[in-house]
């Protein structure tokens, strides 16, 4: 018997369907192919208007997240031996994402939520650029480097309810993005982000599922990053409680 | 969600309704909500307590009452399940609690095991305490 | 900008009583729930537990045994019919019932305690 593996692949054209069905391909079952790969060789011989991302291969880039048998994945990074020889596999667009056409998923909102949380670092000093750069201890970097480390793929937001449930919600993604900026001591700017992103939308949306953490592919670990947000956003309020006027006036003073 | 808009290429984006049912589909969501659920038997506990402390307050004959009521099976059955969801919160609040607060020395983050394993002790002594406090007869 | 809300402030109440819940629940209700009711080891007797529920210390140790894993309760169910059933539009009931009943049964514990 031939090493064959079968991919049942979402398929959807927006001007003739109404919603998405499942269309079977009887793919070579190689042990060095990925999911990615199945996909291309699917493309190049069988059926070319199949639609989906990707570029790097590498994980690297971060276009080619599917849902693989239901779990979020980066499809260059999800190797068809994993489900053994002769196995179905389920192969969908992101989770929770509008779909554009097949695999593709519209991520329009997601860039919109990602540019709400301020992904900059924000000073209210003007310093010039002759003075140099802003140093930072490698004890500083650590601090926030597993947070920067996201590659946009958007697994964490397939894997996330919350976003499902409530599609304002901002999301794994971008919060953690945000608390990136927060601890970075270059950065001014976490006053003006909690101002944003304290409200039942934001970080108080998250109810610690844990599932984002799980899939990232690159160890993010967003689910902790929005927890310790809360912490430092409810020390805030009790700060702001307890001393309303101090507080209004520290805030003030960095402001130019 | 902002409202995407339509081309004449795309003239419809499809969106997948959430299923109200959503946390039956995946173990992970399952475990997920009992987690949560977990807080109906911390209600469930305070309420007893407080039960316990009316026949406290109410006389001896009160507390008997409440012993003997506390013997019925549907009770015990409820308990045994409330104890196992009790247990459920402990563990999964112990081990969860590093994430929301890490802890650093020298710059390093301490790993997680490490954090967590002094709410075990801390556990443990405290329930030791309590029980001593209760069964101890002057 | 918006304001910051005050969910900061129930969440550290959540916080807290999830501490004080996994920490001291399980060993009450392992006592008075489980080893006493089925006989595993006697009851302390009435006189006793009395003394020790009207100790200054011991009351506010319940007191803050009963309020804040109530508080605890009052978030985290809440959160739970939100996503579990979705009935986002039953919004002020499900506040309502849980923080209303957390503060119910603060000031029962408290009202039961101060007469002890």
Redesign the interface.
Known sequence: MADKIVLEIARYAPEKDEKPSFQSFEVPFRKEWVVLDALNHIKDKMDGSLTYRWSCRMGVCGSCGMMVNGEPKLTCATFLSSYGNGAKVRVEPLRYFPVIRDLVTALSDFLVKLQSVKPWLIRHDDVPLSAGEYLQTPEQLDLYKQFSMCINCTLCYAACPVVGLEPTFVGPAALALAQRYNMDNRDQGAEERLGLLAHPEGIWGCTFVGECTRVCPKHVDPAGAIQQYKLKAALEWVKGFILPRGHEDAGKEVRP | ??Q?PSTEF???????P?S?Y??IG?W??SL??LR?????A??W??????F???A??S??DA??RW?HR??SPV??VL??I??CF??L??IT??N??P????VRVN???VPEVLVAAP?YG??VV??VV??W???R?? | MSKPSNEGFFWLLFSAGGVVAAVFLPVILFLFGLAFPLGWVSPPSFEHLLALARNPLARVFLFVLCSLPLFHWAHRFRFTVYDGLQVKHLNEVVLVFCYGGAVLGTLVSGYLLLRM
């Open positions: 969600m902002t995407l795309h003239p419809r984006w499809y969106r997948e959430v109200t959503w946390w995946s992970r969501y997920f909500i949560e659920l977990t807080s109906v911390v209600a506990t305070v309420v007893m307590l407080l316990l402390l009316r406290l307050l006389g001896p507390y008997t012993l506390m013997q009770l015990i308990n045994a409330v104890m009790l247990l919160h402990t609040w112990f969860l609690a994430r929301a607060m890490p710059g390093k983050r709410n801390l556990w405290a329930s309590i029980a406090f209760v069964l007869t002057s």
